[in-house]
């Protein structure tokens, strides 16, 4: 007897928040009423509570209505139960086995994708109507029987992310981990109401279900320009992602929890030298000011006095601000140049705590950036320094596991409006994606057109695995003809399924046809419907 498959099976509507009330019963049995200041309470993923409800529900022996099954509304986004829920600890066989048992002697067509997830949902359902049970709650997570060891629970997760579908409703795939992938970055590029936003939660969606409970889990770090993403009129969109609202860092209402600039204990003094150098540049071009050679000099010597005063520890704003006035002469002293301007912007709005508290790549964050202006200079600091201190942790980490198949992944780095952080030299962006590679490390850009992705400093879209254009307000040819490597008719082509794109379809590369020399050099996605 064949095994079911277990691929694309959709959640019904209105399923996660139909469970949430026993996800919040649970949670409060396995959670201390008090945790250390460095620790979080244990939050159930939603593959979890669906796994926990769907075994219930298989353990049940009442008989299956199918009449009221087939009555069970899906999702009307096509949410999907990842496959990840019946693979954990290679125990596939396993439900499929359970649902037969349950089903025998009803007539089922397994194949039928509809009906298979109907029956998957509906027995989630069951399940938490058994559990909502106190006594039978408690009886469940008391049980503690050990059936053994697993051989596939430590195996890294393959990231073969399902962003949609090509024509002829074919999924549509974005292979992230495997052996053959020469890296993980992925541009998009599309104007306003071109779908971005939803483009990036299927993006998360998938990279986060597909490894949360494996132990090679892959955080996030999200800038937030538009605050969508940590609106608290959207807190339903944190649960796509398994983070609560813990997850979101607003700089206004507090510092975040981190220092930022790097520390050199036992390092030659020429590392510190460099690195004021660029920390400097840094500086000046974040607030798009002229400033004469003199006082860049002069900045770089305060960074490196600082360092001096604190012994080559993480150094502050005030500190460096102070050591700039210590070295200039009397009379300029009270005066206020360019260079104090920017340090006594960053010092007003206190962006950053003196000490770490938190590790960026231990955990996902959303930092929400729309109380600043996007292309000013507290916004550009933030996302440049939270990128440089990422480098800093990304430099000690061992480089990343590799098995059969896979490589490690652990931590994607999401920067919407990316256009404002691609307009001067940014070193700590560049070194992010070379740093990353080897690392498990990798990045995601939005900006609006395609073009801001090559720049004098950096060739950003040369370099990336996944560009994905979606609609765009001006169509670059140039841009056309280095992504496709195509002129005359391909080129037109290319160039009207752009511009005839609507809300939610993106152009990716087709590799396969650019290789062979033959086909289509491209192919054109409908995303997933998430957010």
């Known amino acids: 007897m064949s095994t079911i498959n277990l691929q694309n099976i959709r959640q019904a509507e209105g399923l996660m928040e139909d469970l949430q009330e026993l996800r919040t019963k649970i949670e409060l049995r396995i959670n201390l009423e008090k945790y250390s200041s460095n620790q979080k309470s244990v939050a159930l993923t939603g593959n979890k509570i669906m796994r926990i409800c769907l075994l219930a529900g298989l353990s049940s022996k009442e008989h299956r209505d199918m ?22 600890h290679n125990l596939g066989a396993i439900y499929s086995a359970l649902l037969k048992l349950r089903y025998h002697g009803i007539e089922i067509d397994w194949e039928n994708a509809s009906i298979k997830s109907k029956i998957i949902n509906a027995e989630i359902i069951h399940g938490s109507k058994i559990l909502s049970n106190e006594k039978v709650l408690d009886e469940w997570l008391l049980n503690t029987t050990n059936f053994g060891n697993t051989t596939k629970a430590g195996r890294i997760p393959e990231l073969n992310l399902n962003i949609g579908s090509y024509e002829d409703n074919i999924p549509a795939s974005l292979n992230l981990n495997g052996k053959e992938v020469s890296n993980t970055q992925i541009l ?16 998360l969606n998938e990279i986060r279900t597909l490894s949360i409970e494996s132990q090679y889990p892959v955080n996030f770090l999200l800038f937030d320009y538009k ?16 983070v609560d609202r813990s997850a979101i860092l607003d700089p206004i209402a507090a510092p975040l929890p981190f220092n930022p600039f790097k520390e050199f204990i036992g390092s030659p003094q020429n590392h510190i030298n460099l690195y004021s150098t660029e920390l400097a540049n840094a500086l000046c071009a974040i607030d798009n000011a002229k400033i004469s050679a003199n006082m860049s000099n002069r900045l770089s010597e305060a960074i490196i006095n600082s360092y001096k005063r604190t012994q080559n520890k993480a ?16 009379r300029d002293k009270e005066k206020d140049d360019s260079i104090k301007s920017v340090l006594k912007q960053l010092i007003r709005t206190n962006l950053f705590a003196s000490d770490d508290h938190i590790d960026l790549i231990k955990d996902s964050y959303i930092v929400k950036m729309d109380g600043f202006p996007k292309d000013g200079p507290i916004a550009k600091a933030i996302v440049y320094f939270i990128v440089s201190k990422l480098n800093t942790i990304y430099e000690k980490l061992p480089k990343q596991a590799i098995d059969e198949n896979c490589v490690e992944l652990r931590h994607f780095t999401i920067i919407d409006e990316a256009h404002y952080m691609l307009g001067f030299d940014n070193k700590p962006l560049r070194d992010l994606i070379a740093i990353g590679r080897n690392k498990g490390l990798s990045i995601i850009l939005a900006t609006q057109n395609m073009e801001s992705y090559k720049s004098e400093y950096f060739d950003f879209y040369a370099n990336a695995q996944y560009p994905l254009i979606m609609k765009q307000q001006s169509i670059n040819d140039g841009v056309i003809k280095d992504l496709f490597g195509v002129s005359g008719n391909e080129f037109l082509e290319i160039k009207q399924a752009i511009s005839s794109l609507q809300k939610g379809e993106l152009i990716i590369k087709n590799p396969t046809a650019i290789a062979l020399g033959m086909g289509k050099r491209y192919k054109k996605i409908k995303v997933s419907h998430l957010i």
């Open 227 to 242: 605050g969508e993403f940590s609106d608290p009129a959207n807190n339903n969109w944190l649960n796509l992602f398994e």
């Open 315 to 330: 150094i502050t704003f005030e500190l460096i601000l102070k050591e700039y006035i210590a070295i200039q002469v009397d």
């Open 67 to 88: 009449e009221a099954i087939e009555k069970i509304q899906m999702s009307k986004t096509s949410n999907r139960i990842f496959e990840t829920l019946f693979t954990l």
């Open 188 to 203: 998009v590029a599309g104007t306003t109401g071109s779908g971005k936003s939803n483009l990036l939660a299927v993006l």
